[in-house]
């Protein structure tokens, strides 16, 4: 079992930029994919980006492809979202969730554990 806590939200310009973190507890984080989802409000939770247990592979949602970049670093225990040229569209609360698979899902169905999330507004 795994336990994660996002932090790094917070109230930014468009433009701007802002890094997430997600901690994980336990001594297996290596043997979990990693997601990073977002939830508007009155949306459904949509897939950002996930990464490979390794960290060699990486996917994103089209909507942040090329502006955001997830990484992790498994002797940390910690996995990042770094968010460039930032929209008020990216405004919702994000999440990362742990899938204890090799697979890289971009369903929240595939993923068993996630964090409470952090809010990011981006204001015009």
């Known amino acids: 079992q795994v336990q994660l806590l996002e932090s790094g939200g917070g109230l930014v310009q468009a433009g701007g930029s802002l890094r997430l973190s997600c901690a994980a507890s336990?001594?297996?984080?290596?043997?979990?994919?990693m997601g990073w989802f977002r939830q508007a409000p009155g949306k459904e939770r949509e897939f950002v980006a996930t990464i490979s247990r390794s960290g060699s592979t990486r996917r994103y949602a089209d909507s942040v492809k090329g502006r955001f970049t997830i990484s992790r670093d498994n002797a940390k225990n910690t996995v990042y979202l770094q968010m460039n040229s930032l929209k008020p569209e990216d405004t919702a609360v994000y999440y990362c969730?742990?899938?204890?698979?090799?697979?890289?899902?971009?369903?929240?169905?595939?993923?068993?554990?996630w964090g409470q999330g952090t809010q990011v507004t981006v204001s015009s």
């Open positions: 969730a742990a899938a204890n698979s090799y697979y890289m899902g971009s369903y929240p169905y595939e993923y068993t554990y």
């Open positions: 336990g001594r297996t984080f290596s043997a979990y994919v």
